[in-house]
């Protein structure tokens, strides 16, 4: 038989102190051994991390070469020309000079075993363009092309002088646009009318050339433009807008495609600056020769009795240039022109 003894209230508390006390202890176990798995993962993540931070990361690039420009000034820009897709072409800007190189690999040069040469270098001086003023200090340069495919670089920088440099045949030539007050800080081609060039100048004006018939097409500026020197300037892709940027600390959008700029752009394709036409008197003194933009001949007999004098207009279909000068032979029996295309027209007089 057994024995059951009756609780009294104070042992039932006794007892649930003690039950109390009991999961009490295990939760404190609980969460030490919690706080201690914790802190073994975050050691082991950092570790982890400290690993990975002294890890060498692989640079997408190699070094190749270097090599130091012969007169060892400032480079201020250098450009690919993306226009020729089989070659790597470069230029630099430094000084009153424009270099031209090639980036070319073991492969391509004209020396044998040229591969097993550590002293190969990847860069090739191809030619180089010398200022004739020897104060210039190029800023900056753009590529572009000419109809047939010849490459040209556009420079310019502290004397404000905008040189075109013809890159293809046997030696450089090149020719200058006039119009800045202040050094060249920027230039860029447009990007779907390569004849089209704009630049950004220290006077605090951007202007718009046709480098095809040495025409400054526009001028931005005045009211609406910069108020300091214009730093930086580009197109969009599409040739559209364009984005500057100057010391004012403005950025400005300017619309080309406005009628007023466009026939203004339409204009200078076809606008010729014919700065100079000689005329001619043949020994008699009677008649009077002079040509025009587009190859015609006008002769004037002085001799006429209308008081309006009306030429004799003489043209061939292959006469397109411009005539820079007339000459008539002793007797005028025969009338020699010159022309901008290098060509010389001989007309004989009729009997």
Not at 13 to 33: G, I, K, M, Q, Y
Not at 53 to 67: E, G, Q, W
Not at 161 to 174: A, Q
Not at 188 to 195: N, S
């Amino acid at each position: 038989m057994i024995k059951l003894n009756k609780l009294n209230s104070s042992d039932v508390e006794s007892d649930n102190e003690s039950r109390l006390s009991t999961n009490a202890s295990e939760t404190s176990t609980n969460a030490s051994a919690s706080a201690q798995r914790s802190s073994a993962k975050a050691g082991r993540r950092k570790s982890k991390g400290k690993n990975n931070a002294n890890k060498p990361i692989m640079s997408l690039y190699r070094f190749n070469c270097f090599v130091t420009e012969e007169n060892a000034k400032q480079i201020f820009a250098v450009q690919f020309n993306h226009f020729m897709k089989d070659r790597n072409i470069f230029a630099t800007a430094s000084g009153y000079r424009i270099s031209i190189y090639e980036c070319i690999e073991p492969k391509d040069s004209e020396d044998e075993g040229i591969e097993d040469d550590e002293d190969f270098c990847g860069i090739k001086l191809l030619r180089a363009y010398d200022d004739p003023d020897r104060d210039e200090v190029f800023y900056t340069l753009a590529w572009s092309y000419e109809e047939n495919g010849s490459s040209i670089i556009a420079c310019g920088g502290v004397r404000s002088v905008v040189r075109i440099i013809y890159c293809n045949g046997p030696g450089l030539h090149e020719k200058k646009f006039i119009g800045h007050t202040n050094a060249i800080n920027e230039l860029k081609f447009h990007p779907t009318q390569p004849h089209l060039l704009l630049t950004a100048s220290k006077d605090h004006s951007m202007r718009l050339w046709n480098v095809k018939t040495d025409i400054c097409v526009a001028i931005f500026g005045g009211v609406s433009g910069h108020r300091d020197e214009v730093l930086a300037i580009d197109f969009d892709v599409q040739g559209k807008h364009v984005v500057s940027g100057g010391m004012d600390h403005n950025l400005k959008i300017w619309k080309l495609e406005t009628d007023e700029l466009q026939t203004a752009i339409d204009e200078s394709a076809t606008y010729y600056d014919l700065w100079f036409v000689r005329m001619d008197l043949d020994m008699s003194q009677r008649f009077l020769a002079v040509g025009n933009s587009v190859g015609k001949i006008f002769v004037f007999d002085l001799e006429s009795d209308t008081p309006n004098i009306k030429p004799n207009i003489m043209s061939h279909y292959k006469a397109t240039k411009a005539i820079r000068q007339i000459a008539f032979s002793r007797n005028s029996d025969i009338l020699v022109a010159s022309c901008d295309d290098g060509k010389i027209w001989r007309w004989d007089k009729r009997d």
